[in-house]
């Protein structure tokens, strides 16, 4: 089978070179000419049999709009496109419209795997109508991770970044229930040796998980993660988990509070803190730091 893939980064490239591996060819296109197989996107295209596939792997928001109008103008009807980048839901509704207008179709496709993917497999959540999604089985096989579990069909068009958004919102606190646990045991003198413990917790413990092992493998590097600044990003997707629990008026407390964690992490001094710091000298006479 055929594919043109557009975005060749730490993921996009890994899935190309997987995709090869199960026999199927890829023409991978990415502004760096050092890992592209085209010049261009209407190259890429030009050298691909109709009815076409493309699947798209670059930012969400103003990239992937650009390159789906690109195609537009490049693909005809009966060609299929997929977003398999961290797009918004309804991005991909708007997608699915301009394109479907043209006669081509979309899907969504919620990829995780990370660097480790192209060992271990990719798990697929993906939205779309059951004649494009169909037609893309055998480029889902190559990507998936062996055996009955890794894939799913989750709905229609848009279910597939949905259900990438609400896993990446669970991820966010799992990584903070994990972080936070690591922190009191850094703090108390009775327990010595932190990094084991954590290890301790691999096998048998209900807690046990992917997130765990990786959480091992960075103490084993840096025991006490002295080398890193207390500081995390956020991918958006979890603002975006949060605004659909309002829309929906689903309570999401844990993720929620993990992904304002995030936020706090990027305040150097915390301008609320310096006012719960007034406010507790005002009621109670606790005594304050001055700003150095």
């Known amino acids: 089978m055929q594919l043109g893939l557009i975005g060749l980064g730490k993921m996009g490239g890994n899935m190309r070179e997987r995709i090869r591996r199960a026999g199927h060819t890829v023409i991978g296109y990415d ?6 197989d085209a010049s261009s996107l209407a190259e890429m295209v030009a050298g691909l049999q109709a009815p076409r596939i493309v699947w798209v792997m670059v930012p969400a928001g103003a990239a992937t709009q650009s390159v789906v109008d690109e195609l537009g103008g490049l693909l005809e009807a009966g060609d299929t496109v997929v977003d398999g980048g961290n797009s918004r839901w309804t991005d991909d509704e708007k997608h699915a419209r301009e394109l479907g207008a043209k006669g081509i179709g979309f899907v969504d496709a919620g990829v995780s795997g990370g660097v480790w993917g192209l060992e271990n497999g990719y798990a697929l959540m993906v939205g779309g109508e059951k004649e494009h999604v169909d037609r893309l089985q055998p480029i889902f096989e190559a990507l998936k991770p062996e055996g009955p579990y890794g894939y799913v069909h989750a709905g229609k068009v848009g279910a597939g970044h949905f259900s990438k958004m609400v896993h990446n919102g669970i991820e966010y606190a799992m990584m903070q229930a994990y972080a936070e646990g690591w922190e009191l045991l850094e703090k108390v003198d009775s327990v010595t040796d932190v990094r084991e413990v954590f290890r301790s917790w691999q096998d048998g413990t209900v807690i046990r998980s992917w997130l765990l092992d990786l959480a091992v493998n960075a103490l ?8 890193l600044r207390g500081y995390a990003e956020d991918s958006g997707e979890g603002r975006w988990t949060v605004e659909a629990a309002i829309d929906n008026a689903v309570p999401l407390p844990a993720i929620t509070a993990s992904l304002f964690a995030r936020f706090a992490s990027r305040q150097e001094d915390s301008p609320q803190m310096k006012m719960i710091a007034a406010l507790r000298n005002q009621f109670g006479g606790h005594a304050v730091e001055s700003a150095k």
């Open 31 to 36: 502004r760096n000419p050092d890992v592209s």
């Open 220 to 227: 084993d590097e840096d025991e006490h993660l002295e080398k």
